[in-house]
């Protein structure tokens, strides 16, 4: 058990390690992020009462469509030099290799969703430091909802033609339910109030859903992998 | 012989819609509010469960594959997902022309048809990742994960309707649902030739993917020569 | 019949007609399909011939 978390943890470092070298998903994706900010702009406007009422929605696409440029390098980052050849047939058993692929797009994601949100609120306008627990945890499960998803989908379309493109075709959609929840309880929680009484129900969802799909791709990854 | 059998339940299958079709249009008298147009819930209901069931087999046979390794398997299972997504797109478009009559517009964003619409999607996508990739037990396995992890989607997309104001109308066939027992019956009873169908195109389509696969080998085996 | 009856049996009318043309298209792939897997079993033919000739 302890050599599994190890093993983990020597990958999660590594290629958090990498990422942290080059900067290369990080920088686009953090730049992508504030191009979403800015384009959001136009689409209404920025000052209105509806900001509010839609500021869940806005914040996770923006963590969506910028999450899915780091998850997108995290297995096609081992394609050079055969790594991922290396790396599956090195003694990590198949799911220690995934979870600390999905715990460094973990870190990387958070890292993100750190810097954009306060970018978010001066943009437009809105005190989002109101009920800071609730709004980490909603964070934190929600994320990693995304986390477990991509990577899998990452692992999945590594070695297809058209990689860039299959990988947010396919993910987006098996994402909704926790993107969903996600948008849902971060409305109320920008706008100071707290989570009570029927908004649990999305809690639960959110927690189901991590749960699912962490069981899910951690039984699954070493077909994707191996075969 | 299967040839035959196949022909066979596609002549049961279009003489109980006939019978299905006069009954409804002559027996079953019309829903008090909302007319003639009600009767599209008997094509509607059996399409969605149809599809319902066919991603369904898609997931166990996507299951099975993983265990036998049979390439069968993954046979069945394209079969099954491109007939589900066919009912799916006839439960959709038949929904769509109901919502015209009722609600007086062609979509709203009522989270039951987005869910369909998603599960549609995701069945699409599918059928895109098979697209893209050459070497086809690996296709067989990746499209197996697919299916199994778009099924398990599926609960946690419709289970978020209870939590949703929606203005469709409330199941009709469960809970406090009030739909009349000869109402049932027809939605029942008609579901059973739409099933037939989605059968025959499932053994048709099966077939196109046996020969498709023998193809392929005899024509890797007179290259090698 | 008033207006709204009519107006109503003709969607019912789509309605009808809309599930069968979508099977009909699926079923115009399925045969769009078929031509293909002839047109490759007939080059394989004449390949095999081609090479019996030689």
């Known amino acids: 058990m302890t050599r599994f978390l190890r093993q983990m943890f020597t990958i999660a470092a590594k290629d958090l390690r990498s990422e942290l070298r080059t900067k290369e998903a990080v920088n686009a994706s953090l730049s992508f992020a504030l191009v979403i900010l800015l384009l959001f702009s136009f689409a209404f406007d920025p000052t209105s009462d509806m900001t509010r009422e839609i500021s869940g929605g806005l914040l996770w696409l923006v963590f969506a469509f910028a999450g899915v440029l780091v998850l997108n390098r995290s297995f096609a980052r081992e394609l050079n030099n055969d790594c991922l050849d290396a790396l599956i047939s090195s003694p990590v058993p198949g799911p220690a290799l995934f979870l600390g692929k999905a715990i460094a797009n973990y870190v990387l994601l958070l890292g993100i969703e750190c810097v954009c949100l306060p970018i978010f609120g001066i943009f437009y306008n809105i005190h989002w430091t109101g009920q800071p627990a609730w709004l980490a945890l909603v964070m934190l499960l929600g994320t990693w909802g995304m986390t477990v998803v991509g990577t899998v989908f990452s692992a999945l379309t590594v070695n297809m033609r058209l990689r860039e493109l299959m990988l947010p075709m396919l993910v987006y959609p098996i994402m909704i339910p926790c993107l969903m929840a996600s948008m849902q309880l971060t409305t109320p929680l920008l706008a100071s109030e707290p989570i009570s009484g029927d908004m649990l129900a999305w809690v639960r969802l959110l927690v189901g859903f991590d749960i699912i799909f962490t069981a899910l791709a951690v039984t699954l990854i070493d077909t994707v992998l191996v075969g | 012989m299967r040839q035959k059998i196949l022909i066979g339940i596609g002549l049961i299958a279009a003489g109980l819609l006939l019978r299905n079709i006069w009954l409804m249009l002559t027996n079953l008298p019309d829903e008090a509010f909302q007319g003639a147009i009600f009767r599209i819930i008997f094509f509607h209901v059996p399409a969605a469960f149809t599809a319902f069931l066919c991603f369904f087999a898609s997931l166990i046979s996507g299951i099975a594959y993983l265990r036998t390794q049979n390439l069968k398997w993954d046979a069945f299972s394209v079969s099954v997902t491109e007939v589900g997504l066919a009912f799916g797109a006839a439960n959709l478009i038949t929904g769509m022309i109901w919502a015209r009559i009722i609600w007086g517009i062609w979509w709203t964003w009522d989270w039951r048809l987005t869910s369909m619409l998603l599960c549609w999607l995701l069945y699409a996508g599918y059928l895109v990742l098979r697209r893209a990739v050459e070497e086809p037990t690996e296709r067989a396995r990746l499209s197996a994960v697919m299916s199994i992890l778009s099924f398990a989607v599926v609960p946690f997309v419709f289970f978020s309707i209870k939590w949703f104001r929606t203005q469709h109308p409330q199941p009709v066939l469960y809970g406090q649902g009030k739909m009349d027992t000869g109402y049932r019956a027809m939605l029942y009873g008609n579901w059973v030739p739409l099933l037939l169908f989605a059968i025959i195109l499932i053994a048709v389509r099966m077939e196109q993917e046996r020969r498709q696969r023998e193809l392929d080998a005899l024509r890797r085996e007179i290259h090698a020569f | ?54």
Do not use: C, H, P
């Open chain 3, 1 to 54: 019949m008033n207006d709204a009856a009519a107006r109503n049996f003709e969607y019912l009318a789509y309605g009808l007609s809309a599930v069968w043309l979508v099977l009909l298209l699926y079923v115009l792939t399925l045969v769009g399909r078929e031509g293909k897997i002839r047109a490759q079993i007939e080059s394989l033919k004449r390949m095999v011939e081609d090479r019996e000739k030689r």
